[in-house]
């Protein structure tokens, strides 16, 4: 006999599960490459976050009369294993803030479509009460990347564009100054603020 929805809806948050577990893992990592304080303390409070996102899931499943269990998620290791290898990169401080904001937003990304369905699925298969639980996460994870990209554009992106043009004049180069995001024109002398790595 085929399988119905609520077994896709069981697959998927075993997928979800184990996509956080693996997160729980990597956003040390993000968060340990980050130089602007703001990142890594966004990082670090997403970690706290992810850790609750687990327990809840432990609680969808309770809910469920289900068995706690994960099963690979592919999608997330992938997603992982990119940002893993921009920590290889040798990119200057700034560019690696920004591209470390870029691989936090895929996983963001791809919990937001997760979530999305689980949400749906639950409510259409009349489980409010998962669905309720998988809605705080999926505003978690939201809010996650909303985080994120108020970071990248209010000033880490800036400061990436401005690093290349004050590395560019300490190679005697004579790069034109480039407009800002919000219309302005930087100095070329402009240094980026300080940042201060722990
Ligand atoms: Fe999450
Ligand atoms: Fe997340």
Redesign the pocket.
């Given at each position: 006999m085929s399988k119905p929805l609520e077994d896709a809806f069981i697959d998927e948050l075993r997928d979800t599960y184990d996509a956080e577990k693996q997160?729980v893992k990597a956003l040390p990592k993000l968060a340990k490459g980050a130089t602007s304080e703001e990142l890594r303390d966004a990082f670090e409070s997403?970690l706290e976050?992810?850790r609750g996102q687990v327990t809840r899931l432990e609680q969808v499943f309770a809910a469920l009369g289900e068995k706690v269990r994960g099963k690979h998620c592919d999608g997330i290791a992938g997603i992982i294993e990119e940002g893993a290898s921009i920590l290889e990169e040798d990119f200057d401080e700034p560019t690696m803030d920004a591209c470390l904001i870029a691989a936090g937003q895929r996983?963001?990304h791809y919990?937001m479509a997760a979530y999305g369905t689980l949400v749906a699925w639950a409510k259409a298969l009349g489980r409010d009460e998962a669905a309720e639980l998988l809605e705080q996460t999926l505003e978690?994870?939201k809010a996650?990347d909303k985080k994120l990209s108020g970071l990248a554009e209010g000033g880490i992106n800036d400061e990436a564009a401005n690093s290349q043009i004050d590395n560019a004049q300490i190679d005697g180069e004579r790069p034109q100054p480039r407009a800002t995001a919000r219309g302005r024109t930087t100095s070329t002398t402009r240094r980026a603020p300080a940042r201060s790595r722990r």
């Amino acid at each position: 006999m085929s399988k119905p929805l609520e077994d896709a809806f069981i697959d998927e948050l075993r997928d979800t599960y184990d996509a956080e577990k693996q997160l729980v893992k990597a956003l040390p990592k993000l968060a340990k490459g980050a130089t602007s304080e703001e990142l890594r303390d966004a990082f670090e409070s997403h970690l706290e976050e992810t850790r609750g996102q687990v327990t809840r899931l432990e609680q969808v499943f309770a809910a469920l009369g289900e068995k706690v269990r994960g099963k690979h998620c592919d999608g997330i290791a992938g997603i992982i294993e990119e940002g893993a290898s921009i920590l290889e990169e040798d990119f200057d401080e700034p560019t690696m803030d920004a591209c470390l904001i870029a691989a936090g937003q895929r996983a963001e990304h791809y919990e937001m479509a997760a979530y999305g369905t689980l949400v749906a699925w639950a409510k259409a298969l009349g489980r409010d009460e998962a669905a309720e639980l998988l809605e705080q996460t999926l505003e978690e994870e939201k809010a996650a990347d909303k985080k994120l990209s108020g970071l990248a554009e209010g000033g880490i992106n800036d400061e990436a564009a401005n690093s290349q043009i004050d590395n560019a004049q300490i190679d005697g180069e004579r790069p034109q100054p480039r407009a800002t995001a919000r219309g302005r024109t930087t100095s070329t002398t402009r240094r980026a603020p300080a940042r201060s790595r722990r």
